[in-house]
């Protein structure tokens, strides 16, 4: 198990490293979690909810995602309440003071089965669990569902990780390890210091030192990786850099207050010819090439958001101007006319917004949608018509409430559709030479050659020289900053008191 002294200490990434590592090795590596917080979502092949970050675990694991290796997952909404997803499912909305009371024991009942699945699926497989947040939130530890009741049921050895970038490393180690309970103290053989600048044989007393100390070893030191790797939850998307801060293309991204699902904005990070500027509230739009409205967990209320911040008559007067606004998910219904919620469902009690406001989207797409308490939950895979090009496929997930239909606004829903599924997406220009558009699929910047031809319509009303379609999709990259990363673990992390089998 690798557990860390908070969040963002690096687990995520450290049990992804653990994964290819052991996978190299010939074993077969099981990624675990518990229970995780997280709006960055990924479905499986059967429909399954899960968070991403297991999803990219088992890429790393080279194993195909499953909603096992991830049995409880909660997505804020607000309001101190959580939908609350069981392997994959949603089965309700928990309170924040009412969650351990409700949901502890049909929460174990979860893991526990989301572990004998994952097991019988992989007999002769070795888990790599990940823990969440702390260990140690001494208000938490008699209901903790998924660090270490977890790691004492299955006898885990497990891996301390902290974040030395922070600053105060020390006191994050000793802290932790002195508010283990007794029984829990034994678990931990050893320590890893994670994101550490400079050469590691400067930390040669450090580790002396915490070694007399805590008598743990201190089995590595990594270093700072410069690559773009995706974030672990949405605290790290306060971090993110953007990638390419001289990039010719400009990507404005507002960060909504539900903002969900922003891997999908991964691919464009990791293009060297494009900057992603991610628009803080109350900063304002400027003049980007393209601006992308990306996820949202609670779509009524970003809508209000946005007409609260005045960031919709900046986007009204962007696109007088020319200017490209793409929408995903969420993105996609606040783009449209209307947004009906007569069941209340999105947002609930204290999320709601005057009318006027909160149901007349921007009406920059002719459509209505209508929110219901059936979620969409599928693979897909699609041809896409638009831009205008040779047929390309594309593969994604669809994950959302409510159903989007277009309005005849002088114009057929045929020319206006993006892919060859007519409830997926549509486009329109602007009369200023500009361009909406939207879709429900998720990963659709995953497509390399989809992902360029967007780019290329940018780049050709800048005069800028166009980019070859590329044959490699994003996942291609991500394996190899995955290899990356396990190169780096392997030469600076002596895994062998992880991994022998003594009980």
């Known amino acids: 198990m690798v557990l860390g002294t908070s969040s963002g200490a690096g687990k995520s990434l450290m049990s992804a490293a653990l994964c290819r590592v052991l996978r190299r090795h010939g074993e077969r590596p099981l990624p675990f979690k518990g229970q995780n917080m997280s709006l960055n979502a990924w479905v499986d092949a059967d429909g399954g909810e899960m968070a991403y970050s297991q999803a990219l675990q088992a890429w790393a694991a080279d194993l195909e995602p499953v909603a096992a290796m991830n049995p409880v997952l909660l997505k804020p909404q607000g309001d101190s309440t959580s939908e609350v997803i069981h392997l994959g499912r949603s089965v309700g909305i ?32 070795r888990l790599v669990l990940e823990g969440a947040g702390s260990p140690v939130e001494v208000n938490l530890q008699p209901r903790d569902l998924t660090n270490l009741r977890l790691a004492q049921y299955l006898r885990a050895r497990c891996l301390l990780v902290a974040d030395i970038e922070r600053g105060g490393v020390f006191a994050q180690l000793v802290g932790t390890l002195a508010l283990l309970r007794p029984v829990e103290r034994p678990l931990i053989r050893g320590i890893l210091i994670n994101r550490f600048r400079g050469r590691p044989e400067l930390f040669e ?23 773009l790797f995706p974030p672990e939850d949405s605290l790290d998307l306060l971090e993110r850099r953007g990638g390419q801060p001289n990039g010719e293309i400009t990507i404005a991204v507002p960060r909504l207050p539900s903002l969900s699902n922003f891997s999908d904005l991964d691919p464009l ?9 991610w628009l803080r509230p109350g900063e304002a739009l400027g003049h980007p090439d393209a601006v992308v409205l990306a996820g949202s967990k609670q779509t009524l209320r970003d809508l209000a958001w946005l007409y609260d911040t005045g960031l919709d008559q900046q986007l009204q007067t962007y696109l007088t101007r020319g200017g490209t606004l793409f929408g995903i998910c969420g993105g996609l219904q606040m783009l449209g006319r209307e947004l009906l919620d007569p069941e209340d469902l999105e947002g609930g009690e204290g999320n709601r917004h005057p009318l006027s406001k909160a149901l007349q989207g921007l009406d920059l797409l002719p459509i209505q949608t209508r929110f219901g308490s059936r979620k969409q939950l599928a693979r897909r895979q699609v041809g896409m018509r638009w ?25 057929t829903e045929a020319e206006a559709q993006l892919s060859d599924d007519q409830d997926l997406g549509w486009w329109r220009a602007t009369p200023q030479g500009g361009v909406v558009a939207g879709t429900y699929l998720h990963g659709i910047f995953e497509s390399g050659a989809w992902r360029r031809r967007w780019l290329n319509e940018l780049r050709r009303r800048r005069g800028l020289e166009v980019l070859p379609e590329l044959k490699e999709n994003h996942a291609d990259q991500r394996n190899r900053l995955l290899e990356k990363l396990a190169d780096s673990f392997e030469r600076h992390v002596d895994l062998e008191p992880l991994l022998r089998r003594d009980g």
């Open 387 to 411: 831009p205008a090009g040779p047929a390309l496929e594309l593969e994604g997930f669809e994950l959302h409430h409510g159903r989007s239909r277009w309005l005849e606004d002088g114009g």
């Open 94 to 125: 928990a309170r924040a003071e009412f969650y351990y009371r409700d949901w502890f024991r049909p929460g174990w009942a979860a893991i526990r089965t989301g572990l004998d699945r994952l097991q019988a699926a992989h007999p002769g497989g």
């Open 269 to 277: 990070e990791a293009e060297p010819s494009v900057r992603l500027r």
């Open 205 to 227: 007393s450090g580790r002396s030192w915490l070694e007399r100390e805590t008598g743990i070893p201190v089995l590595g030191v990594m270093p700072w990786l410069e690559e």
